[in-house]
């Protein structure tokens, strides 16, 4: 009886050590949204399309668009999800309709980014 009771007190001791260890490491690799880094943008027919550069783990679902000012047509990327894959690196074009993005197609666009390192952008 006493082994089996000394059985139960290391395994909950791990148990919740390992607990412990699973929550540093997910709040280590929360991350903060930042202003994303596009290699460029271009605008055509009410469709804005981001470039990116993208190790192999960009997605759509990796930014967001947030309308700053409607009055101004004006829009913030932020990049939501960080790439950490291995792969080569390589641009990604990503397309959204101005309706999509709450803006107006006949007034000018302002796009609020950081252009990416052109040495970092180099894609062969």
């Known amino acids: 009886m006493k082994n089996i009771k000394l059985a139960l007190l290391l395994l909950c001791s791990l148990l919740s050590a390992c607990a412990g260890i699973n929550r540093e490491i997910l709040k280590d690799n929360q991350f903060e949204p930042e202003l994303a880094h596009l290699t460029g943008f271009n ?13 192999g783990c960009t997605f759509k679902t990796s ?42 197609h006949s007034k000018p666009l302002m796009v609020i980014y950081q252009m990416a390192d052109e040495e970092i952008a180099q894609v062969n």
């Open 43 to 55: 605008v055509n027919d009410g469709f804005l399309s981001i470039d990116v550069l993208s190790f």
């Open 63 to 104: 930014f967001q668009l947030e309308l700053v000012s409607k009055k101004e047509n004006s829009l913030k990327v932020l990049r939501t999800k960080p790439d950490e894959c291995m792969m080569g690196k390589r641009k990604v074009s990503l397309n959204y309709s101005y309706r999509y993005l709450g803006l107006d």
